[in-house]
Antibody, heavy 120, light 111 residues
Framework: QVQLQQWGTGLLRPSETLSLTCAVY????????WSWIRQPPGKGLEWIGE???????NYNPSLKSRVTISVDTSKNQFSLTLASVTAADTAVYYC??????????????WGQGTLVTVSS | QSVLTQPPSVSGAPGQRVTISCTGS?????????IHWYQQLPGTAPKVLIY???NRPSGVPDRFSGSKSGTSASLAITGLQAEDEADYYC???????????FGGGTKLTVL
């Protein structure tokens, strides 16, 4: 049973850099892609980006200029950094495993979520 | 404004059947990309309910079913139970964005 456990800084000032890490326990890390998704308070889900075990990435165009997702295969971990945060980046951030078929991809399982608040 | 459109809320009495719609466009659902559905209970992470339009992961009751036609998809819940009260999200891939997209979410209230 694959489990994802995430951690990172929960309170940031505007213009600082958000940093979160997700550790994967169980399963094959190199056989899947890995993703970050966020959810502002009381709102819906937004895909941030994804990475595979070789470090190939794909980002949401709306966040691409500020986002970096990296991977550490020696630790079965992947990380998210988001630069120059503002109050609009306040959200619960989730890490998730991506499962592929020829025509689609979905997210399962998810990490427990980390609330990141941006406030001066 | 989400790429996939869902009704903000639906409701039903215990035992009834409800459906939640998810409407997309020619760059996502209409392009043949599959739809997936997630259930998010209050204060918890989303959990996949339906993947690949119609498939249920092990452990998901057969009261939940999915369908897709054209540029739309639907999640049906039969025999509604109090424990089904949650937020439901659809998700697909969008070729214009070259990434995954979600619906805005639907809050299900069990009366």
């Amino acid at each position: 049973q694959v489990q994802l456990q995430q951690w990172g800084t929960g309170l940031l000032r505007p213009s600082e850099t958000l940093s979160l890490t997700c550790a994967v326990y169980g399963g094959s890390f190199s056989r899947h892609h890995w993703s970050w998704i966020r959810q502002p308070p009381g709102k819906g889900l937004e895909w941030i980006g994804e990475i595979n075990h070789t470090g190939n990435t794909n980002y949401n165009p709306s966040l691409k200029s500020r986002v970096t997702i990296s991977v550490d295969t020696s630790k079965n971990q992947f990380s998210l950094t988001l630069a120059s945060v503002t109050a609009a980046d306040t959200a619960v951030y989730y890490c998730a495993r991506i499962t592929f078929t020829l025509t689609t991809k979905w997210f399962d399982p998810w990490g427990q979520g980390t609330l990141v608040t941006v406030s001066s | 404004q989400s790429v996939l459109t869902q009704p903000p809320s639906v409701s039903g009495a215990p035992g009834q059947r409800v459906t939640i719609s998810c409407t997309g466009s020619s760059s996502n659902i209409g392009a043949g990309y599959d739809i997936h559905w997630y259930q998010q209970l209050p204060g918890t992470a989303p959990k996949v309910l339906i993947y690949g339009n119609t498939n249920r992961p092990s452990g998901v009751p057969d009261r939940f079913s999915g369908s897709k036609s054209g540029t739309s998809a639907s999640l049906a819940i039969t025999g509604l139970q109090a424990e089904d009260e949650a937020d439901y999200y659809c998700q697909s891939y969008d070729s214009s964005l070259s990434g995954s997209v979600f619906g805005g979410g639907t809050k299900l209230t069990v009366l």
